[in-house]
């Protein structure tokens, strides 16, 4: 259960009366340790070799399928994507074979870099009968003859520097082998800075709703600054674009991908409707964004439920500091610019900028004063990884793992887990109430079904046959619970599995 409110301050600032606050040079430090948690990795498939595809200029020996996502449609066939624009289907033995060609589709497309191309997709929890599903993609402006449907406040189209996309699909044959069908775009938002740092990249349906609940086939959109963070040129750094309702920045948004010629409701930025049971739908203010359900995020790029009781996270990638495992309640604020983790960003202290994090009060730490943002329920600093992946409420057949949060570090490739219970018990309305963070141990079999402990760093170098500058993990989750880590350097897929 949450606090209830003690003392609400609507603009607060950290410089209390009587309360000195210091820059803070190692937030968390205590290190994270494995306590005797051991999982077995296990092979899956690898995706074709795409390094062929990357713009010239890329480093083409690195990456050979940047596969970040495996998920299931509702009619139990599994699906993998590769960034470069490739979405592929997994056969009974998991042999790739590919469904859809977002590059011939989507020519535009930008693949410059690691948050680039296709990034994501999504089925609709009726895609067996309707062919529904959803895809997000980031577009060059280079010729492209689009006007973005939202521009961040204070820019114009000249500003513009990527087009970032969600695309509704629908297959003629839901249950065909390869997509043929139409499409319809969402929503086209413009990019302003220089790189197409956090990109739109996780679109996601709540899979503990179904029919006659009040949000079943809303599409939960994940919430981005949209690089104005670290995204290079004159506009990063711009901390007015955030803090603020009257845009999209920063906010996970939940829409009805219907169009409201559809579904007779009030129409979106895009060619979608508002739900009217989002928080600021109706709150009477003309300048809020009804598809805000919650904001104040730098770049929550994944979402997950907890498939149990409905409770939902998002991982927010931190800047320089602290990455966060966040419980999601609709209308909350969740800080960026101002917090990252349970401190103040520098760039509201003299002389200072956002690489840098500064203790807040005690009076805010322990929760006697509300400073009107919600804070994670989990954190762990630069010292330990630099940007957290997705994690899942563990459901799988690996018995150390059950009542566990699997989630890990993409650059690292370490793999961490905290107590589903603790996680819960830290949503408090107290900032400096956190659930310990673990870490997972992985190993192989080896000759002879000797255990071998290695990191996921090691079994990623293992594969390319050299070594690699980054683990780029990222971690899935099958509708029967089990867990897939996957490398953007390896095009592996790979499973948690039980001994």
């Known amino acids: 259960m949450r606090k ?11 410089t209390v009366v009587g309360t000195t606050v210091a820059q803070v040079a190692d937030p968390i430090p205590e290190p994270i340790v494995n306590r005797g948690l051991a999982v077995r990795v296990q092979d899956v498939v690898r995706l074709p070799d795409s390094r062929q595809y990357d713009p010239a200029g890329m480093n083409t020996t690195a990456g050979y399928a940047r596969v970040s996502y495996v998920k299931d449609a509702p009619d139990g066939r599994r699906f993998a994507n590769d960034s470069r624009g ?12 590919l469904y859809l060609n977002v590059r011939e589709a989507m020519p535009l497309t930008s693949y410059r870099g690691l948050e680039s191309g296709f990034i994501g997709f999504e089925f609709h929890p009726e895609f067996a009968e309707n062919g529904l599903f959803y895809t997000t993609h980031i577009e060059q402006v280079q010729d492209n003859p689009a006007t973005p449907d939202f521009i ?7 500003d513009v520097t990527y087009h970032d996309i969600i695309t509704e699909w629908r297959a003629s044959d839901p249950s065909a082998a390869t997509f043929d069908g139409t499409r319809r775009e969402l929503l086209r938002i413009g990019h302003i800075v220089v790189n197409p740092f956090h990109a739109l990249g996780h679109v996601a349906f709540n899979p503990t709703s179904g029919p006659g609940d009040e949000d079943y086939g809303l599409l939960y959109i994940g919430g981005s600054d949209l690089g104005f963070s670290n995204g290079g040129g004159p506009h990063e750094g711009n901390p007015m674009q955030t803090q603020r309702l009257d845009t999209l920045l920063t906010a996970i948004m939940r829409i009805d991908p219907r169009s409201p010629t559809e579904t007779g409701g009030t129409k979106g930025v895009g060619d979608y409707t ?3 049971i989002n928080p ?8 809020t964004f009804g598809e805000i359900y919650a904001y104040g995020f730098r770049n929550a790029h994944r979402l ?12 927010d990638i931190g800047m320089s500091q602290v990455e966060e495992v966040n419980i999601v309640h609709e209308g909350e604020n969740y800080g960026w610019f101002r917090r990252e983790g349970y401190f103040d960003n520098g760039i509201h202290h003299p002389g200072q900028n956002y690489d840098v994090v500064f203790a807040l009060p005690n009076m805010i730490l322990d929760g006697s004063m509300d400073d009107g943002f919600t804070y994670p329920v989990a954190v762990y600093d630069h010292g330990e990884g630099v940007a957290i992946t997705n994690g899942f409420v563990y459901r799988g057949s690996v018995p150390a793992l059950q009542g566990k949060f699997v989630f890990g570090d993409i650059r690292q490739g370490r793999l961490f887990a905290s107590d589903v219970a603790a996680l819960k018990q830290a949503d408090d309305g107290i900032p400096s109430t956190v659930a310990p963070v673990d870490e997972i141990q992985l190993y192989v079999n080896g000759a002879g079904g000797r255990r071998e402990d290695m990191t996921f760093w090691e079994i990623v170098e293992q594969a390319v046959g050299g070594s690699i500058a980054r683990a780029d993990l990222h971690v899935s989750e099958g509708e029967d619970g089990e867990i897939f880590i996957t490398s953007r350097q390896d095009g592996w897929i790979r499973t948690l599995a039980a001994d």
Request: overall charge negative; aromatic content about 14%.
């Open 4 to 14: 209830l409110i003690k003392v609400t301050v609507a603009a607060f600032c950290v």
């Open 86 to 97: 490739f979405l592929y289907i997994l056969d009974g033995s998991n042999a790739p074979a």
């Open 152 to 158: 961040p406040p204070g820019f114009t189209i000249d």
């Open 274 to 276: 508002i739900p009217e």
């Open 280 to 287: 600021f739908a109706a709150d009477g203010d003309p300048n």
């Open 304 to 315: 997950s439920w907890d498939r149990s009781d409905g409770t939902m996270f998002a991982m």
